[in-house]
């Protein structure tokens, strides 16, 4: 199976079986845009969508998604097909594997769910309270989905900062491999620094 190995890791020991995790930089960084645990974000497995695994239901197509599921203990985020193939000819410009920008992009939202699965300790009453809501509000404005998608507008605000004020390309400088992981988590530190004093500043 291909995956990003920039961001994830497998952490099975059998051969040919895989038990993807995010990658301790990239859930130390998703922790400082969610404010969720980095703890609860590194046990999270990382799936890959198949028959037998069939939600979420996104057409691959319109880009595809992901969704995350679980319980206080364990949860899981899984991706649509598309998020691990390069097959432009397949999956047009929405083969994401080497995706970055995507790939944590979206992982800032559904971690959030992560903490969601959590807090309401049973995946039935999980389900349930995301069926009632989406019932009830709609999928884009269920306050789960709002509560999410901070995760999603702090990676907008701070990926312009390091763009505009800082003048670099973050994602490539500390996830395109060439950092060991000490380095990667030291240097999104210091950023997220200068970061937080821009955002006390204005
Ligand atoms: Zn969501």
Redesign the pocket.
Known sequence: MNYNTRILINKSRIEGKFQLHYTKPLAYFLSLLSNVDMSIIEAAQIYKRTPFRFLPWYKTLHGGGAI?LGSEHKANITFTENFYSDDYELFKNKAYLNNLRVWIRLSS??V??LEHAKRFKYLLWYLIVFAYEYLRYGHDLSP??IE?NRGCFEYDIFIHFTRYDLGIEFLKLVFDGKMNEEDQIKTIEEIWKAYQLSKSSN
Do not use: I
């Open positions: 995350t939202h559904e959030m769910h789960l989905e999410a």
